[in-house]
């Protein structure tokens, strides 16, 4: 986090996910969210981080930043396996989505 945060000063929040996360997809990104980050203990608030000029809300040069640990922590839970619906469930709902496309 700091890192990025370090390397680019319009950088204002930062999510860091584990390999079994595809970081460029937000949906992904999103469900490590809600799994693996507990508020109390994955929220990371950097205070008086310099910021670009470009920044609209840093007027002082200085802004606070936000680094959010979504990556499985040990202790946290004993399998990490997504769950998912039956294959089957899955192909009926996205073939009644496609439907509802089509009415649209």
Not at 65 to 76: C, N, P, S, V, Y
């Amino acid at each position: 986090m700091l890192a990025a945060f370090n390397s680019v000063n319009i950088v204002k929040m930062v999510t860091v996910v584990d390999a079994d996360i595809d970081p460029w997809d937000r949906n992904d990104v999103e469900w490590a969210i809600s799994t693996r980050m507990k508020a109390e203990r994955d929220l990371v608030v950097v205070p008086g981080s310099r910021t670009d000029r470009s920044e609209p809300l840093g007027g002082s040069g200085t802004i606070a930043k936000l680094g959010i640990d979504a990556t499985r922590k040990a202790g946290d839970r004993k399998d990490w396996t997504r769950a998912c619906p039956p294959e089957d469930v899955a192909q009926r709902v996205r073939a009644r989505l496609a439907d509802r496309k089509d009415l649209r």
